[in-house]
C-alpha cells in the first residue's frame, strides 16, 4: 500500500481509496479486465464505489502512464504492467495475454525520426486453450 501512495505521489493524484483499490486491483490481476470487470469486484469491497469514478479514475491513470488501455472492437480492457510488452487475443474466447516479445526498439525516444510516446503490439488469434479444445480456425 506504501509502494501505490509513494507512486501516486510522484504522479500528482491524491491517494484515495477509490483510486488506491482500483490500482490495486489492475496490478494484482494481470488479467486485463474491463470496467465492468473492475466495478463488480470492487463493489463487493466499497459499496458506494460508481462505475462513473472507476471511469474517470481509468481515464486519469492512463494520462499519467501508470496503466495502459488495451482497445477492443466492443470495449475497453485495461492493464496494470506498463513495461514494454505486446497482446495476444484469442478470437474465440476473447482472453488477452501478455507476450514477452523482444520490442527493445520501442524503448527507443525516436523511430525513424518520429518521436514515439507508446507502444501497443496486438497479435490475435487462437490461444494454446481453445486450441486444445479443438479450435483451429
Same mark, same amino acid.
Given at each position: 500500500?506504501?509502494?501505490?501512495?509513494?507512486?501516486? %505521489?510522484?504522479?500528482?493524484?491524491?491517494? $484515495?481509496?477509490?483510486?488506491? %483499490?482500483?490500482? %490495486?486491483?489492475?496490478? /494484482?490481476?494481470?488479467?486485463?479486465?474491463?470496467?465492468? $470487470?473492475?466495478?463488480?469486484?470492487?463493489?463487493?469491497?466499497?459499496?458506494t464505489?460508481? %462505475?462513473?469514478?472507476?471511469?474517470?479514475? *481509468?481515464? &486519469?491513470?492512463?494520462?499519467?502512464? @501508470?496503466i @495502459?488501455?488495451?482497445? @477492443?472492437?466492443?470495449? *475497453?480492457?485495461?492493464?496494470?504492467?506498463?513495461?514494454?510488452?505486446?497482446?495476444?487475443?484469442? /478470437? /474465440?474466447?476473447?482472453?488477452?495475454?501478455? @507476450?514477452?516479445?523482444?520490442?527493445?526498439?520501442?524503448?527507443?525516444?525516436?523511430?525513424?525520426?518520429?518521436?514515439?510516446?507508446?507502444? !501497443?503490439?496486438?497479435?490475435?488469434?487462437?490461444?494454446? &486453450? !481453445?486450441?486444445?479444445?479443438?479450435?483451429?480456425?
Open positions: 500500500m506504501q509502494n501505490i501512495k509513494e507512486t501516486f %505521489k510522484s504522479k500528482g493524484i491524491k491517494p $484515495t481509496i477509490q483510486r488506491i %483499490k482500483i490500482y %490495486k486491483y489492475l496490478i /494484482e490481476h494481470r488479467t486485463h479486465p474491463d470496467v465492468d $470487470t473492475i466495478y463488480n469486484e470492487l463493489i463487493k469491497e466499497i459499496p464505489i460508481s %462505475k462513473t469514478t472507476i471511469y474517470n479514475t *481509468l481515464k &486519469e491513470f492512463i494520462g499519467k502512464n @501508470l @495502459l488501455e488495451i482497445p @477492443l472492437e466492443s470495449k *475497453l480492457c485495461f492493464d496494470g504492467y506498463t513495461q514494454p510488452h505486446s497482446h495476444f487475443i484469442c /478470437e /474465440e474466447c476473447r482472453k488477452i495475454y501478455d @507476450l514477452n516479445i523482444d520490442f527493445s526498439f520501442a524503448r527507443r525516444k525516436k523511430i525513424d525520426g518520429h518521436i514515439v510516446k507508446k507502444f !501497443c503490439g496486438i497479435f490475435r488469434g487462437i490461444c494454446r &486453450e !481453445c486450441q486444445k479444445k479443438g479450435v483451429n480456425k
